[in-house]
């Protein structure tokens, strides 16, 4: 069983910066980890992944803006959001799947997920 605590979420003016952390309590080693975020009306959507080995995927729009990390023991899990847009405004949340690979798996797929943190950028 794994437990998923989102924190870091808040508000910030267009062009800033936002840091989002998920503490992961349980075995996540051999997980594929990842950030999604749902907007207001809209699906929700991944962000960023990251497979047991360390590699990464983003998705187009916050490709060169959002990087994923995280700790060498895994505990936890870190996006970090440069250049926000308006259109970045959504609740981001924080998932594991007991998968090490995370190429293929939509958001479904997920097993374990957090509650949810809110980020909100004004224009």
């Known amino acids: 069983q794994v437990r998923l605590v989102e924190s870091g979420g808040g508000s910030v003016q267009a062009g800033g910066s936002l840091r989002v952390s998920c503490a992961a309590f349980g075995y996540t080693d051999n997980h594929c980890m990842g950030w999604f975020r749902q907007g207001p009306q809209k699906e929700r959507e991944g962000v960023a992944t990251?497979?047991?080995?360390?590699?990464?995927s983003y998705a187009d729009s916050v490709k060169g803006r959002f990087t994923i990390s995280q700790d060498s023991a895994k505990n936890t899990l870190t996006l970090q959001m440069n250049k926000l847009k308006p259109e970045d405004t959504a609740m981001y949340y924080c998932?594991?799947?007991?998968?090490?690979?995370?190429?293929?798996?939509?958001?479904?797929?997920?097993?374990?997920w957090g509650q949810g943190t809110q980020v909100t950028v004004s224009s």
């Open positions: 990251i497979d047991s080995d360390g590699s990464t």
């Open positions: 998932a594991a799947d007991p998968f090490p690979r995370c190429l293929g798996l939509k958001w479904a797929d997920f097993r374990y």
